[in-house]
């Protein structure tokens, strides 16, 4: 079953079309990878699946659970159970590690105590840090990870979290994705990487304001090595035609 | 005596202090309601003389040379009416090498129309240490105006540590004076955090005159406002002397249709010293408020975590 379905999901921003009637649908309790060139549109149809401002206005339908959500703000769907973790985390002055993640917090949840143990990052050391510039972008990139472990959402929406993370690291997040499936998440992650998309169990490629592909792995894994069809976009691959 | 006793523990109960900070014997303290010593106690090396004035107390306060003061000594500067004038006096010498913090509150919970004023003299001798924390407790509405003034000489090798608190209730006028002479090696820090709403008007001026060499300033302001409050910010840092250092920082977070200025002077006069500045003034972090809202917080709920964030 879908449980995100987007219908002719339409968004233009400052009168310049970024997506294009993309209809597609997300299988509940799988890990769904996007991948595809820069410029392609998939930090914004993360935004517009969140519901952030901005992204609002769009046309076409988003379906939670076969409900139109479209008129939802962002925390009506973080409740109803989306979140995302953008590629570049809010910094927050003022605010401790700890205090993100008790925020954060849902019954669902792992304790704040085990999903740092997750990520790897003593919670002791790092629960009393501020959650702000002073944390490397990896670890901060860790912690939004854990506070999407304590909140549990139903769907959710990484954004390159791989990028700015060591290969050690990068173990912590495969373990928290693994994690958030196991306790009955659906993930969709968009990435540039070849170890991130290997983790996914379905993959749709992006070009232009479309997904112009979709399948396995093996299928969508050509992207990486360059298996486009040059196209009216200068190296950026086009519709269905992955050789 | 157990009128007094019985004022000075509503006092405490409206700064969410119980009756033990007042009975332990290590903690030295001074409770002043209006003009009136409701109750004091002293350890050894703090001398305390206040003599109550017609429209408050006069309070000269001293650490002897070599003392260190182990727990803070917290002092309360109240008023249980509706209105009235408070005017503090205070004349406080930190002898050589000793070392002393206080935690002062002021707390004026059914306040309609009342003046606070403080005026300070502060000397910090060679070596010595003197740290301020003043906690405002205010009622959620009516009137005050806090005027607090304070001139402050910190000499060699001293160090001055001050923060000004108004977290809770509604601020009023506060008009915040200090201005602070610092000698060779000594260090200054002058912090101050208002949260302010309704009609509020903040005004805090808060100058360092880094004149000895190698001495460091600081000055730091975090202010919050809503509703059609008003915040302005003056913070001075001047260096004379070679490798004098100096920052200051000032962040505003405004909401409604309140206003925030910041007008930092920053003004150096040897080619050794150095001094920095950054201010950021502005509405709540979108990407910060957009990030709590994905994780389920309503807008007013992400709102004013980030607020105590920057208040914290
Ligand atoms: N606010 C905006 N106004 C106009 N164009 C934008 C705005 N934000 C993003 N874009 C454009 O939308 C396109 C898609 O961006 P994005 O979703 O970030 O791509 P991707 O994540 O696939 O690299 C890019 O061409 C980008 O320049
Ligand atoms: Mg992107």
Request: proline share 3%; hydrophobic share 40%; net charge negative.
């Amino acid at each position: 079953m879908a449980i995100l379905k987007l219908e002719n999901v339409s968004l233009s921003l400052n009168n310049k079309p970024i997506l294009d009637s993309i209809s597609v649908d997300f299988w509940e309790g799988y890990i769904h990878a996007i991948v595809g060139p820069n410029g392609a549109g998939k930090s914004t149809l993360s935004y517009v699946i969140m519901g952030l401002s901005n992204y609002r206005t769009i046309s076409g339908t988003l379906y939670f659970k076969n409900k139109p959500i479209n008129e939802l703000s962002v925390y009506q769907r973080a409740r109803l159970g989306i979140s995302l973790a953008w590629q570049e985390p809010a910094r927050f002055e003022g605010l401790t590690v700890y205090q993100y993640l008790k925020a954060s917090k849902k019954d669902n949840g792992l304790s704040i105590e085990e999903a740092m143990d997750v990520i790897g990052l003593p919670a002791q050391e790092y629960l009393p840090r501020a959650c702000d510039k002073t944390l490397s972008g990896g670890e901060r990139k860790r912690i939004e990870l854990a506070s999407l472990l304590v909140m549990q959402p139903e769907v959710v929406l990484l954004d390159e979290p791989d990028s700015g993370i060591d290969v050690e690291a990068l173990e912590r997040i495969f373990d928290a994705m693994a994690i958030l499936k196991q306790r009955g998440s659906t993930i969709i992650t968009i990435t540039h990487s070849m170890a991130v998309l290997q983790k996914a169990e379905h993959a749709f490629l992006m070009c232009h304001g479309n997904i112009i592909d979709k399948g396995g792995i093996d299928k969508i894994s050509g992207y990486f090595e360059n298996k486009c069809i040059p196209c009216d976009h200068k190296n950026i691959p086009i519709s269905g035609e992955t050789r | 005596m157990d009128d007094k006793r019985a004022i000075a523990q509503t006092l405490y109960k409206t700064m969410g202090l119980t009756d033990a900070a007042l009975n332990d014997p290590d903690i030295a303290h001074l409770v002043i309601n209006s003009n009136m010593v409701v109750a004091s106690h002293l350890i050894e090396g703090l001398v305390v003389e206040p003599a109550e004035t017609q429209n408050g107390v006069r309070v000269t306060m001293k650490v002897l040379a070599g003392h260190t003061i182990q727990k803070p000594v917290h002092l309360c500067f109240g008023m249980l009416p509706e209105d009235g004038l408070q005017e503090i006096i205070m004349d406080v010498t930190i002898e050589e090498h000793a070392s002393v913090s206080i935690l002062a509150h002021c707390t004026f919970p059914n306040a309609k129309n009342i003046i606070h004023k403080m005026e300070a003299v502060i000397t910090i001798k060679e070596g010595a240490s003197y740290s301020y924390l003043e906690r405002h407790v205010h009622a959620a509405s009516g009137f005050i105006t806090v005027l607090p003034h304070a001139i402050v000489t910190v000499e060699k090798n001293a160090t001055f540590k001050t923060d000004f608190e108004l977290l809770r209730g509604k601020a009023g006028i506060i008009d915040i004076n200090y201005e602070t002479t610092c000698h060779e090696y000594s260090h200054l820090e002058m912090n101050a955090k208002v949260n302010g709403v309704q009609d509020d008007v903040i005004t805090i001026r808060e100058t360092g005159h880094l004149n000895g060499e190698g001495a460091v300033g600081v000055l730091t302001t975090r202010i919050a406002v809503r509703d059609t409050a008003q915040a302005t910010v003056y913070n001075t840092l001047t260096a004379h002397a070679a490798y004098a250092r100096g920052h200051v920082d000032c962040k505003e977070i405004i909401q409604d249709r309140a206003i925030a200025k910041a007008i930092p002077v920053v003004e150096v006069n040897h080619p050794k010293a150095h001094v920095t500045h950054e201010a950021a003034i502005g509405s709540v972090d979108d990407k910060q408020l957009q990030t709590l809202m994905a994780r389920g917080l309503s807008e007013d709920e992400a709102v004013d975590l980030i607020i105590q964030g920057l208040l914290s």
